[in-house]
């Protein structure tokens, strides 16, 4: 072998054995790296529900109060009177209320005209609004129209009855008796007719002002999604105010929340109810229907108000079916159950059924809040140091950060909301796996 061969054979040589070396080396002195598994910062909804578990009772008393002060302006019932579920049992006095509903509107639309502002939904809502409105009054100008004519046709009725019962008793024979029967007929429909449209009105009118009602949530929804989505400070503030304003002026109304029996009124018209605490009650209703009765526990008990939704089941039917209730009443006293403080609370049921007894046990979900399209992140990834409250962002170099965070509203299903410290698309860690 030439001497020259000898070299390049030794060279390669070399080179195979210092590559050997370097990866040997790279290997031994490379770090086994920190294993995350991550949740992403999304948009979503959280909600935030109380579970308990009650009983189907019959006969049951509720008492109804206003929850604000002011001066009686009308009582459309008396006791012993028949009333449905969302019927108005009384009113206040609304001008201030109204005038004050009027100030937070102006006060919104100026908001919402200085950011430049225009959302079509709520332009929609306002339309709705005002054709709900429209539609009561047309309402309640049939309703009258009818009701008057059908007042018209019993007088009607009536002195056609006189004349005939006149007109027989002067010579009783077979031809005036069967006049003065078609005019007692004539009599007994007119007065069925009259019932049949006082019923068909009242129908009416509860079904317009739902519709209302309606209409006014949906402008109220309309008005907190663009407030949400302008992230405008002043119009979030505006939007606060028109709110109070107009939960206020929906607080001057005072419904029956179950079908039943007026028991008691225990005001007249033109009374000033304090703001104070109400010592009696304003009016009791024996309901007609079904209730769901549950102990709540105090450390949930605050978290209840009036007219709250709940899904709940029964065992004797099966948990596969979900039926809907609402919260109608709230007792003040307390009651101990197995040591624990308890407060009584009672549901109306919104969807009945045949098979519903009393005695039956009844599984509640509470929905006690709601908030929908806001930052949220699982509960698990949250840290605390003293009062504040950080989680890690892991970062594009498999690195983490150290972020302080703002929470809000703790939902089911281990989800928080976020309020500030994060954006969305952030990925937080739930989880560190360390090398061994």
Same mark, same amino acid.
């Given at each position: ?138 309402? #309640? ?74 209409? #006014? ?35 001057? /109304? ?54 709250? #939704? ?108 976020? #309020? ?8 937080? /860690? ?7």
């Amino acid at each position: 072998m030439s001497k020259k061969k000898k070299i390049i054979i030794w060279g390669g040589v070399g080179l195979a054995v210092a590559a050997a070396v370097g990866i040997s080396v790279y290997f031994a002195t490379r770090k086994p790296q920190t294993e995350y598994t991550t949740a992403p910062v999304e948009r979503g909804t959280v909600v935030q529900t109380v579970s308990v578990t009650g009983d189907l009772v019959d006969n049951q008393e509720i008492t109804i109060n206003f929850e604000l002060g002011g001066k009686i302006k009308e009582i459309m019932v008396k006791e012993d009177d028949l009333v449905a579920a969302g019927e108005i049992v009384a009113t206040l006095e609304d001008a201030d209320l109204n005038s004050q509903l009027s100030q937070a509107k102006a006060a919104l639309s100026k908001a919402v005209a200085d950011a430049e502002a225009n959302d079509d939904a709520i332009d929609e809502a306002e339309v709705a609004k005002d054709n709900a409105e429209n539609y009561l009054d047309q309402v #309640k100008e049939l309703n009258k129209q009818n009701i008057a004519a059908a007042e018209q046709d019993v007088e009607n009725a009536e002195d056609y009855y006189e004349d005939a019962l006149d007109y027989y008793n002067e010579d009783k024979t077979a031809t005036r008796k069967l006049t003065l029967t078609t005019a007692e007929n004539s009599l007994k429909d007119a007065r069925e007719a009259k019932e049949t449209a006082d019923e068909n009105a009242d129908l009416a009118e509860v079904s317009a002002k739902n519709t209302l009602e309606a209409a #006014k949530a949906g402008l109220d929804t309309a008005r907190s999604n663009f407030a949400a989505r302008s992230r405008n400070a002043t119009i979030e503030s505006a939007q606060a105010g028109y709110n109070i304003a107009l939960n206020n002026l929906s607080r001057s /109304v005072l419904r029956s929340p179950v079908n039943g029996r007026v028991a008691e009124v225990n005001n007249k018209k033109g009374e000033i109810l304090g703001t104070g605490v109400i010592k009696e009650s304003f009016a009791r209703i024996i309901s007609g229907d079904l209730l769901i009765e549950a102990q709540i526990p105090e450390s949930d008990i605050l978290k209840i108000k009036q007219g709250m #939704k709940a899904d709940f089941t029964l065992d004797a039917i099966g948990s596969d079916e979900k039926f809907q209730a609402e919260v109608v009443e709230i007792f003040p006293a307390s009651t101990l159950v197995q040591d624990v403080i308890s407060y009584k609370v009672k549901f109306r049921i919104t969807s009945p059924d045949s098979r519903f007894k009393p005695g039956m046990t009844a599984n509640l979900d509470i929905k006690t809040a709601e908030k929908n399209n806001i930052l949220r992140i699982p509960l698990r990834a949250i840290k605390t140091e003293g009062d504040h409250k950080y989680v890690d962002v892991l970062k594009d170099n498999n690195q983490t950060e150290k972020v302080e965070v703002t929470t809000g509203l703790s939902g089911d299903e281990g989800m928080v909301e976020v #309020k500030s410290g994060l954006k969305e698309g952030d990925k937080v /860690v739930t989880f560190t796996k360390e090398p061994s």
